[in-house]
Structure formats: C-alpha cells, structure tokens
C-alpha cells in the first residue's frame, strides 16, 4: 500500500520553525490500527489523516473531508496546527479549488480558508474558569516553581490549565524557563489537567512590541512534553486574553525553541478565526 504523506510547518513561513505535523492522504479506508502505527511512525507532535467521505469524492474538487489527529500515543480531539496544516496540502498540493474547505472531525465542523497568504481556521471557542490553587498546587509548582503567578483558569471543555504569570516578567523569562514536563505527571493525580498552558501580557513597548500575548503549552498527558505552537491552546488564550485586554482582534507569539505566530479574531458566533502561515518540507509516500 502506497499513502501520499507530507511535512508541513504550521503556524511560520519559514521552514524548521513553526510547528510541524505529518499529513496523511487516504484514498481509501485505513485499517483502525494503521493510524496510531505511522502517527508513531511520523513521531510528530500530530499526524493528520484526511479521508474521503464519499466514493466519488476528490481532494482537488470536494469542499468537505472528514479529518482525524494523532499523537504517537493516541488520538486527540482537536488539533490546530494539523488542521493548518492538511488545508495547505489541499490548497496548495492538491491544488484544491474551492474557496473554503470543510473538516469533519471529534471537535465538530471546522472550517479553513485562505486570506492572502494566510490559512484561516475556524475553530470553537473555549471558556474558562477560575482554578483554585490548592486543587493544582503541586502542578504548578512543577511547571513554574517560586514565580508569581497572576491568574489562574481552568477549561473543562478542553481540560487545560491556563497559568498566567505576573506581568513584572518579560517575554524572555518565559522564553528561558526550563520546564520537566515529565514531572507534571505525577504531580497531577486527579486526572483534571490534560494540557497545561503557561501565559505572559505582551509588551507594547522593547524590541517585541506588537504581540499582545505569549504562551508554551506542555501536554505529556498525551505523549507531548512540548508543542511548539499550538492551534487549539489559542482557542482557550483567545477568549481569556480577549476578556483581560477588550479586543478582539490579536496577536499572539509561542515562545517555544521553535517559535510560531498566530493571528487572532474573535467571531461574532461565539467562535474564533485562527491564521497563520505554513512551509511545506517534506513530500513522499509511505509505503507498507
């Protein structure tokens, strides 16, 4: 069996940034457990596998496929930068004429299209809400130990930790915090926390003015110590960033070692348009 497979960094327009995910193209069904073999295969942060969803469809002509991510350790419910990532193999591989393409996916109907030389996600919304620090304590002092943290939210929908740490500190603090995510694991026994996001007040002023806010993420919990730019953890920094500053339109940067930017609007849907910019680097076929 031959599958067409490509590397894309998503979320840069330069290639070995941003964040890179495998993207599969299946013409036919694939056997349940092929998925989890060639995502742990790829060993990518994700690998996206987009499908057909009826016989006569076709990855140059059809609007709609169904869409699914995994993790070399298992399979998530929603991947932002993989989403970029297979719309920019349909747009710009597939040479996919439609103006706005369809996803079926575990998160719902996710929407992607292109605005100039961006790729715009359409993607859900999450709320969150405030966390009491005795319940996480021992997580947090494992991600961050002795700083100040300034605020602290809980996303049930999507189950991640949101820890905002106190504006006295620069993008480069948070930039040079050498974190264990492997510890996380035992630190956090209840089975709460699936995603653990660390977050800092853009700076308007110094060298990276502009951004209105910084994040990491850090997500053993699903095999992955740290993602370098991540769609879905925007999805909860939006609404919260959104609420802390009164805009809805934003900027944000990922101080991972790789580093990626993401532009932010917030929809009057109660949704939010996610853009960035991708590199393809990698074109082949897996073969099996």
């Known amino acids: ?6 590397t894309v960094d998503a979320f840069t327009n330069r290639p070995f940034s941003g964040n890179p995910a495998a993207v599969c193209l299946l013409g036919n069904d694939l056997d349940e457990d092929l998925h989890q073999k060639i995502a742990r295969e790829m060993n990518l942060s994700e690998t996206a596998f987009i499908r057909k969803l009826h016989p006569g469809d076709d990855f140059t002509k059809s609007s709609c496929f169904g869409l699914r991510w ?3 350790a298992n399979e998530v419910p929603l991947c932002g930068h993989a989403t970029l990532a297979a719309a920019a193999v349909l747009f710009h591989i597939q040479k996919n004429t439609n103006s706005v393409l369809t996803f079926v996916t575990l998160s719902g109907e996710l929407k992607a299209r292109q605005v100039e030389d961006h790729i715009v996600l359409d993607l859900p919304l999450y709320l969150t809400y405030p966390q009491t620090l005795q319940e996480v304590e021992e997580l947090i002092k494992a991600a961050v130990g002795d700083m100040i ?8 929908d999507t189950k991640k930790l949101l820890v905002r740490l106190s504006d006295a500190y620069e993008r480069s603090v948070l ?3 050498q974190v264990s995510a492997q510890r996380f694991l035992s ?5 709460k926390v699936k995603g653990l996001i660390l977050t800092l007040k853009g700076n308007s002023s110094g060298k990276h003015k502009g951004y209105d806010f910084y994040s990491r993420y850090f997500a053993p919990w699903y095999g992955i110590l740290e993602d370098p730019v991540t769609g879905s953890a925007h999805a909860v920094l939006s609404s919260y960033w959104s609420e802390q500053l009164g805009k809805k339109e934003m900027l944000a940067f990922q ?5 990626g930017e993401l532009k932010i609007s917030l929809r009057n ?5 996610i853009a960035g910019q991708i590199a393809i680097v990698l074109k082949g076929n897996l073969s099996f």
Not at 149 to 156: G, M
């Open 1 to 6: 069996m031959q599958i067409p497979v490509f």
């Open 70 to 72: 995994f993790t070399p």
């Open 149 to 156: 943290v300034q605020d602290l939210r809980y996303s049930p």
């Open 175 to 177: 930039e040079e915090l």
């Open 187 to 191: 630190a956090e026994k209840m089975g």
């Open 255 to 259: 101080c991972s070692r790789r580093g």
């Open 269 to 273: 849907d109660g949704r939010v348009d």
